[in-house]
């Protein structure tokens, strides 16, 4: 069983900060990466930021210079900082697992976390 749980959520003023954590729990060989999605009311989950067990990092455009994605314990926790966070930033965010699919792991694929609430007021 892989078990995702994110936290750090909250609310805060337009140009504040806030660090989400993910932590990764159960039987997990290896993570391949790990990501952050949001998700707004009444539009399609987004990809926000990713990180490779390589050590690679990549953001979407509207985040690009402000949030920040980093993990530690070969990616069983991730986090993203989160600065100057503007009103758009209001979503759930979403901590995803991309687990290989070795002959020993019973579990593989994509795992999702609850979410955290992130909302930015102006």
């Known amino acids: 069983q892989v078990q995702l749980v994110e936290s750090g959520g909250g609310l805060v003023q337009a140009g504040g900060s806030l660090r989400l954590s993910c932590a990764a729990s159960g039987r997990i060989p290896s993570i391949d990466s790990m990501n952050w999605y949001r998700q707004a009311p009444g539009k399609q989950r987004e990809l926000v930021a990713v990180?490779?067990?390589?050590?690679?990092?990549n953001y979407a455009d509207s985040v690009k210079g402000r949030f920040t994605i980093s993990g530690g314990d070969a990616l069983n926790s991730v986090y993203l900082q989160m600065n100057s966070l503007k009103p758009e930033d209001t979503a759930v965010y979403y901590c995803?697992?991309?687990?290989?699919?070795?002959?020993?792991?019973?579990?593989?694929?994509?795992?999702w976390g609850q979410g955290t609430q992130v909302t930015v007021s102006a």
């Open positions: 990180i490779t067990s390589g050590g690679s990092r």
């Open positions: 995803n697992a991309e687990i290989p699919c070795l002959p020993a792991a019973t579990m593989c694929g994509h795992f």
